[in-house]
T-cell receptor, first 113, second 111 residues
Framework: NAGVTQTPKFRILKIGQSMTLQCTQD?????MYWYRQDPGMGLKLIYY???????DKGEVPNGYNVSRSTTEDFPLRLELAAPSQTSVYFC????????????FGPGTRLTVL | DQQVKQNSPSLSVQEGRISILNCDYT??????FLWYKKYPAEGPTFLIS?????DKNEDGRFTVFLNKSAKHLSLHIVPSQPGDSAVYFC??????????FGTGTSLTVIP
């Protein structure tokens, strides 16, 4: 199993550009999440999904959109990139049992200039 | 407003000694608490968790203690090893939907 994979690893965007951060998991997990981590801060939840076709906002959803058309994929869309969206983005997944733990991808480092 | 707080940004411990990492929370509705370990340029990895109905959970060298009246949890690592050097995040959730993370404590284990 590859676990949770994220692409790209790094990206530099200009203000106003748009992009999609890709996230795929091969563990058949129902739950998927997107977080951002700013320097010296903890992870903050952007959006989450409890299954295909179901998404909901987290703590910091403004400026982002998500979709969940399959169990495996949970892409994060930035429509009009702003410098405040410079961050490291982590995707995670979990299954609805066990210890409530999440499995994280390696992250995407995004810089908006 | 930060619902989960880790007030110690860093901690240094001698190899073989105990490491104690602390975490405070404000929301009494949290029902699950977790600790994650993170190395640079990697995603966090799960270490150990505890539900709100327990006050202690142990897994090998790692023990998590929960004090609900004080809204405080701690992670004990005994004995500490150089490979334990990493950033440790505590997290809390109400159910499985919304998770709140602390700002992390950087642990250095000195050989």
């Amino acid at each position: 199993n590859a676990g949770v994979t994220q692409t790209p690893k790094f990206r530099i965007l200009k203000i106003g550009q748009s992009m999609t951060l890709q996230c795929t998991q091969d563990m058949n997990h129902n739950y998927m999440y997107w977080y951002r981590q700013d320097p010296g801060m903890g992870l903050k939840l952007i959006y989450y999904s409890v299954g295909a076709g179901i998404t909901d906002k987290g703590e910091v959803p403004n400026g982002y959109n998500v979709s969940r058309s399959t169990t495996e994929d949970f892409p994060l869309r930035l429509e009009l990139a702003a410098p405040s969206q410079t961050s490291v983005y982590f995707c995670a997944s979990s299954y609805p049992s066990g210890q409530n733990e999440q499995f994280f991808g390696p992250g995407t480092r995004l810089t908006v200039l | 407003d930060q619902q989960v707080k880790q007030n110690s940004p860093s901690l240094s411990v001698q190899e073989g000694r105990i490491s104690i990492l602390n975490c405070d929370y404000t929301n009494s509705m949290f029902d699950y608490f977790l600790w994650y370990k993170k190395y640079p340029a990697e995603g966090p990895t799960f270490l150990i968790s505890i539900s709100s109905i327990k006050d202690k959970n142990e897994d090998g060298r790692f023990t998590v203690f929960l004090n609900k009246s004080a809204k405080h949890l701690s992670l004990h690592i005994v004995p500490s090893q150089p490979g334990d050097s990493a950033v440790y995040f505590c997290a809390a959730s109400e159910g499985r939907n919304q998770f709140y993370f602390g700002t992390g404590t950087s642990l250095t284990v000195i050989p």
